[in-house]
């Protein structure tokens, strides 16, 4: 059984930071607890790797890019999200 530290991170709390990783603006204490964790966390370690593909296979996506459709898709699973 693994035994954790007060500084070490859990997986959700890993997940919840991966955009502020990922967009290089989380503190540098914050990232090196987020990179100990992905040392140590094959899962995590796996999901941040999926994310970054996703990300270079989708490229860049700007708002005007999107239908309205989309858009509206888009703004009704956000509302559903936050509503939960």
């Not at 989708?58 to 703004?75: M, N």
Request: proline share 5%; hydrophobic share 35%.
């Amino acid at each position: 059984m693994l035994s954790l530290r007060r500084r070490d991170i859990v997986c959700q709390q890993a997940v919840e930071m991966v955009t502020d990783y990922l967009e290089g603006s989380l503190p540098r204490r914050s990232r090196r607890r987020f990179e100990a964790h992905l040392r140590a966390c094959p899962n995590c370690a796996a999901y941040i790797e999926q994310i970054k593909l996703t990300i270079e296979l989708t490229g860049t996506i700007e708002p005007e890019d999107l239908t309205p459709e989309a858009k509206a898709d888009l703004t009704e699973l956000y509302r559903r999200w936050r509503s939960e």
